[in-house]
């Protein structure tokens, strides 16, 4: 732990040594990172429900919504049969039909819906319906309702509206979650709990507030350590008492910061309470919230401790002739959740067999896109390929919402076919489950980053003040793509995760510096590491204040031998341009445009890679390299407005840097590979996302299609949304 610059007690891990994990039966413990040696992942991972060793296949499933109707019961299981389908979420948002009035609980119809998934060999994630509070109590207990930021008791409304901090809330919780542990522990379809759905928000009530201020006390000495670290001399906004301390509308940045902490902070706490009668009569059953992509409002890697499978919600645009580059941003989602556990498979909890009624234009998936989508996600590790939902409400907001099982004449849909032949396809992928991606590159994208970037004004506005975050998960996705395309395997850490592991870092847009982050950054280069860093790097610590001493600061402007002097915004219509600096040695050739930032760098040792080509900074460097004890560090001055840059830049790093890819073929465009490995086998995952075919020269390679055995060598034709898994022949 390290203390920050203005003596308050340390509150952030410095290190995440710990970032794999060790299978024991029913249960995963972290392994310590060895000191100063490198965390190897294990060969092989234990398959998600213990003594299942299958890719899980289902979804979400509302029986509940069909009590009247037995009938439909009795069909959705005879369809499950013939879907290839073996694991299914139950019971989330069915508290109104689990506990229809206070303390009156109906479990008949769940032990019914359990006894039959049992009987017919299949799963259950069962539930806990906090997702979505019954009727009763928004009426009896007005405080579950969320208080918002004009002050206002919501009403009851819809779901994902509950406060996290109401007493009566998180006992009605602990009731239902005890309840339903103890009557379903020891079941044989309870394969894991659900917690919840999709958590997210914030309320502004007393509770919140005073559980807020609370928080602030725990990282803060004295209020006046906390108005000295947030500012707050600034417009005269300096706090007299905790009392006075409130998120809403505030121009002080370190306090917004700092709401959004606690707000993951106090929803961390939510779910600990949740999943604590769980665990007292289930131990062994593994628990996992179903999450959002990089929903901006949490930051999902506090609750990795407190999960013990990531799992997320995918619902992707493929659409449009360029549906590669969206596929790119998908594998880099997927990629953030298999970290996340170091490297252990991650669930795709939910996905659309169709289309997404949410969606501007909902399109279908041609055919070919269910596959390899599902594919995408395997390769990508996950263990499970899960649907949002098995069977259509017949009414309320999302009957027009793709599924498994439509309206009618279901086992006819192309859609169903498309589900049952991926999961007859699943049964030659039981070798694959449990083996992982391994990765020499880390890329941070780093949640509390972002939320620093967004509430600082400047250095430049988006039009219409969007996307308010600067591009910066843009920017991460923008140095990802060019790993994709060459088929390098990247991991999505933060910067607080164990760098060790890897032979280069990534870091876009390190705005913000956590304590003992440069520290570990300086060592990993010591060692021998390759960091690449980017314009607005270094800018301020973790209250949001300016870090002096020149940019990038924090000790990263010796470790990059530059400095930043200033920062140039440009006009959208007037792009800049750089030029690869004569004999730079990394290969790069050309100009290339520019657009947003130009910093106005000075080299302090570093050696000059490229230049501005035009304005008063023509000539001045905007990318250099830097040898920083064994290693080296380069720095990118300005953001870059086309692919080919980035793409050059890249696969220089990787041959500089020996990084293996999954194959050493050259990829077509929209064409990339993933590789999994473990218990002695090595898959790879091959995707042609383009709508036309393409043709991958395999050389000397010979491989074999787990599915129908094919062997493929030399040059191999991909038809359209083609996936293959392979292994060497
Ligand atoms: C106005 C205000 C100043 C400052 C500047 C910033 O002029 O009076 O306090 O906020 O805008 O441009
Ligand atoms: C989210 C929710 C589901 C459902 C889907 C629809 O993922 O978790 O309950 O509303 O969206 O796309």
């Known amino acids: 732990m390290v203390n920050d610059s203005i003596g308050r007690r340390p509150f952030m891990k410095t290190a995440l040594g710990a970032t794999a994990f060790l299978a024991v039966p029913g249960r995963l413990v972290a392994l310590a990172s060895q000191p100063g040696g490198s965390v190897l992942l294990p060969d092989k991972y234990p398959p998600v429900i213990p003594g299942f060793p299958h890719m899980l296949h289902g979804g979400d499933w509302n029986p509940d919504q069909w009590l009247h109707e037995p009938g439909v019961i009795d069909e959705d299981f005879r369809l499950m049969e013939k879907s290839g389908c073996n694991t299914f979420s139950v019971g989330i948002f069915a508290w109104a039909t689990l506990e229809p009035e206070e303390g009156r609980f109906e479990f008949a119809w769940l032990d019914d819906i ?65 309840t339903l542990a103890n009557r379903y522990k020891g079941h044989k379809a309870l394969a894991g709990w659900h917690i919840s759905n999709e958590y997210s928000g914030a309320c502004f009530c007393e509770f919140c507030l005073r559980a807020f201020r609370a928080y602030l006390k725990t990282r803060y000495p004295s209020l006046d350590a906390l108005n000295r670290a947030w500012w707050t001399s600034f417009w005269s906004q300096t706090f007299q008492s905790w009392e006075q301390i409130d998120p ?44 959002m992509s990089t929903f901006v ?40 959740y298999r970290t996340m556990k170091g490297g252990l498979p991650f669930m795709l909890m939910e996905s659309t067999p169709s289309n997404t009624n949410w969606q501007q234009t909902p399109q279908l998936k041609k055919p070919g896109q269910h596959r390899q989508e599902m594919l995408l996600a395997i390769g990508h590790g996950a263990d499970a390929t899960m649907y949002f939902q098995w069977r259509k409400s017949l ?49 941070i994208y780093d949640w509390e980053v972002r939320w620093a970037i967004m509430y600082t004004q400047g250095p430049r506005q988006q039009a219409n003040r969007a996307p ?50 440069v520290d570990r950054l300086d060592a990993f280069v010591k060692g021998g590491g390759t960091l690449v860093l980017t314009y607005l790097s270094g800018i301020v610590n973790e209250t949001e204040l300016v870090l002096r001493g020149g940019w990038p600061g924090g000790g990263l402007r010796k470790m990059a031998g530059i400095w930043s002097e200033e920062i140039d915004s440009l006009y959208p219509d007037a792009p800049q341009r750089m030029v690869a600096a004569p004999g730079n040695g990394i290969g790069l050739t ?15 040792g570093a050696s000059v890679l490229a230049t501005y080509q035009s304005d008063f900074y023509a000539g001045m460097p905007a990318l250099t390299v830097n040898t920083h004890g064994l290693g080296r560090v380069y720095y990118l001055a300005a953001r870059p407005a086309a692919d080919a840059f980035l793409d050059g830049f890249t696969r220089a790093l990787v041959a500089q840097t020996k990084l293996s890819r999954c194959l050493d073929v050259d990829l077509p465009e929209g064409v990339t ?57």
């Open 114 to 178: 359990m006894n039959r998934l049992a009987a017919h060999g299949f799963y259950a994630f069962l539930a806990t319906p906090s997702g979505a509070k019954p009727r009763w109590m928004s009426e009896k207990y007005p405080e579950v309702r969320r208080i918002n930021r004009a002050g206002q008791r919501e009403p009851h409304g819809s779901r994902h509206n509950h406060c996290f901090s109401s007493p009566v809330y998180r006992d009605k919780v602990r009731t239902i979650n005890t």
């Open 248 to 291: 809403r509308e505030s121009p002080v940045d370190g306090l917004n910061l700092d709401w959004d902490r606690f707000i993951t902070h106090q929803t961390v706490d939510f779910m600990k309470g949740e999943i604590a009668p769980l665990k007292a009569a289930t131990p062994a059953v593994p628990v996992t919230t179903n999450m």
């Open 297 to 336: 409002g949490l930051d999902y890697w506090r609750f990795t401790d407190i999960s013990d499978r990531m799992c997320w919600d995918a619902y992707p645009t493929l659409h449009g002739a360029d549906s590669w580059r969206q596929a790119v941003n998908l594998s880099f989602h997927h990629d953030l």
């Open 395 to 443: 009414g309320a907001a999302e009957k027009m919402h793709g599924a498994v099982v439509d309206h009618g004449e279901p086992e006819r849909t192309r859609v169903f076919q498309d589900v049952a032949a991926h999961g007859a396809f699943l049964k030659h992928l039981d070798a694959v489950v449990g083996t992982t991606v391994r990765p020499e590159v880390g890329l």
């Open 468 to 517: 308010y975050d600067r591009e910066y998960l843009q920017a991460c996705q923008d140095h990802y793509r060019p790993f994709w395309k060459l088929g390098v395997p990247v991991d999505l850490i933060e910067s607080l995760s164990a760098f060790d592991r890897y032979k280069v870092i990534v870091a876009p847009m390190l705005f913000m510096l956590k304590p003992g982050v």
């Open 590 to 604: 050309g100009d290339h445009p520019v657009r947003d930032y130009c910093e106005r760098v000075h080299p302090e």
């Open 673 to 729: 590979v993933q590789k999994r490995s473990g218990g002695g086998r090595t898959f790879y995952f091959l995707h042609n996302f383009r709508r036309e075919s393409q043709v991958v020269d395999l050389g000397t390679l010979r491989f074999k299609e787990v599915g129908d055995g094919r062997a493929l060598t030399a040059r191999t034709t991909l038809a359209p949304f083609a996936s293959l898994v392979l292994e060497k022949a």
